[in-house]
């Protein structure tokens, strides 16, 4: 595994690309702009309507430049598990261009590969459903043109964190630059029914001093709309929302968080999930207040305001088991206390109407792996 987080170049620096090889060739820049910010999609969650809208930005964009660009050819395809100095180079340029594949040392490993994805869908338009993890001769080029990756929002709080749900894709922006670009997994639009761990002092187990189980119910939705990043959890965290790492809400119980599991589909309970090596130091990144966009391809975030999820309900046909051990002696007469969970009175379906005197229910987020 690739460790440590990849130094970064300091803010409004930009470091030339020849710097770290000789110069084997040069091609003229003619500042080419290239659209990737065309998100077309049908219906991506409930509520969503039927009419298709489409965002056209040109967000990534090529610097122009007098000078001949100088680049190193790339003379065969690199995939997951490959080494050499290549690969450094590689990841060299993915840190320059704030895509993160973890500590730059040769070896193409899971942190690489998620950080091609994420270059794969943003810069090569690659659908999310297609992306190989592999970098042949053509990205190669592209990734060692002079890159900007604009945001689509420039005019919102000095930091944001926009999030393309069509190209599983989010970028963190400090003023008009970006600083993080990664892959990510968001809500899978499924129904749900499962056990879930609420750890001593969460909701459901405020005063209790072990962790209990209970089944709940919810709907795997990431809603499009325009949000503040309002709370943070540092470490793990165990509740109705199941497991989640160094959290960041912005949606009630959505929120971004660490997972072992990022894969190159939709597959949270609505939470935006980013690699764990990219989780241990994202809340450093983000402030509170500071805005989320989440496009949905369908509807610009505006048009959807700041719509809540939908909230969880208990599971009707949850039932709690114990067991029993059977002794070989004659048992004693003390009885052993059992803790048990009291009886639910909530009604299994959905609650419609949020209670002024307690926070509402939270959606929940699938335990990561």
């Known amino acids: 595994m690739q ?64 000078a001949p660009v100088q680049k190193l050819p790339l003379t065969q395809t690199y995939g997951r ?16 261009l704030s895509f993160d594949p ?36 053509e990205m190669w080029s592209r990734m060692q043109d002079p890159i900007v990756i604009l945001p689509r929002r420039p005019d919102s709080t000095p930091n944001h964190t926009e999030i393309y749900l069509p190209e599983q894709v989010m970028v963190v922006f400090h003023g008009d630059r970006a600083v993080l ?38 709907l795997s939705w990431t809603p499009g709309g325009v949000y503040k990043f309002n709370r943070m959890v ?6 109705q929302l199941g497991g989640m790492y160094n959290p960041v809400y912005f949606n009630y119980g959505i929120a971004v968080h660490g997972a072992q599991e990022v894969p190159t589909y939709p597959a949270s309970h609505g939470c935006i999930r980013i690699p764990m090596h990219i989780s241990d130091y994202f809340q450093s990144l983000v402030a509170m ?20 999820p939908r909230f969880n309900w208990r599971d009707p046909n949850y039932t709690t088991t114990t067991s029993t051990t059977t002794s070989t002696t004659t048992p004693p007469t003390t009885t052993i206390p059992v803790t048990t969970i009291p009886a639910t009175t909530v009604a299994p379906a959905p609650p419609s109407v949020t209670s002024t005197t307690s926070p509402p229910p939270v959606p929940a987020e699938a335990p990561p792996g």
């Open 181 to 218: 670009v990664t892959h990510v997994s968001s809500g899978d639009n499924q129904e749900w029914c499962e056990e879930v761990t609420i750890d001593p002092g969460e909701r459901g187990n405020e005063t209790g001093t072990e962790p209990i189980k209970e089944g709940w119910c919810g």
């Open 102 to 137: 973890g500590t730059p040392d040769g070896v193409f490993g899971e942190r690489t590969q998620r950080a091609i994805w994420a270059f794969e869908k943003l810069v090569m338009g690659v659908p999310s459903s297609e992306v190989t993890g592999k970098i042949d001769a």
């Open 3 to 66: 460790g440590g987080r990849p130094r970064r170049p300091s803010p409004g620096t930009r470091a030339p690309i020849e710097r770290w090889y000789p110069a084997l060739g040069a091609a003229g820049l003619l500042g080419a702009v290239v659209v990737v910010g065309a998100v077309t999609s049908g219906d991506s969650g409930v509520g969503s309507p039927s009419a298709e809208v489409t965002t056209t930005v040109a967000q990534v964009v090529t610097e122009s430049t007098t």
């Open 81 to 96: 598990g490959a080494t050499g100095p290549e690969i450094k180079l590689i990841q060299d340029r993915l840190i320059e």
């Open 234 to 239: 540092a470490g793990r965290r165990e509740s």
């Open 289 to 308: 207040g500071d805005q989320v966009f989440v496009f949905d391809g369908v509807k610009e975030p505006e048009e959807y305001g700041s719509p809540p």
